[in-house]
């Protein structure tokens, strides 16, 4: 994958992480501080997901071809991840926390099933 592909959602990370940790370096509300830590999660799950469906369209066209039926392309990282988002708010979260059901989602089974 190439990196600027990802550029928008890492500049939304790092933006997100520089912002708790000078929140946390001023003593800012708790509350605040919680619910940053949370989204920060969430987003770095989400990155991660739509990176391993993008590495397994690489190597399996037929997940490609489901994909696309999805409307999305498996060529362009942006759909990858809408696809990782739309399927995430599906979820049942189970009174898991968004970010760990996140990663316990297998998304390139999605797909195959």
């Not at 399927?87 to 926390?97: F, K, N, P, Q, V």
Request: aromatic content about 8%; hydrophobic content about 45%; cysteine-free.
């Amino acid at each position: 994958m190439v990196e600027s592909e990802q550029a928008e959602y890492l500049e939304e990370i790092a933006d997100l992480r520089s912002r708790l940790v000078r929140l946390v370096e001023e003593a800012g509300d708790p509350v605040l501080v919680e619910e940053y830590t949370v989204e920060l999660r969430i987003l770095e799950a989400l990155l991660l997901a739509a990176r391993e469906v993008e590495q397994e369209l690489r190597l399996n066209s037929e997940l490609g071809e489901r994909l696309s039926a999805r409307g999305f392309s498996p060529h362009l990282f942006k759909d990858v991840y809408a696809f990782v988002y739309d399927s995430a708010m599906e979820i049942d979260l189970g009174g898991r926390e968004l970010a760990r059901a996140l990663a316990e989602t297998d998304f390139v089974g999605l797909l195959s099933g």
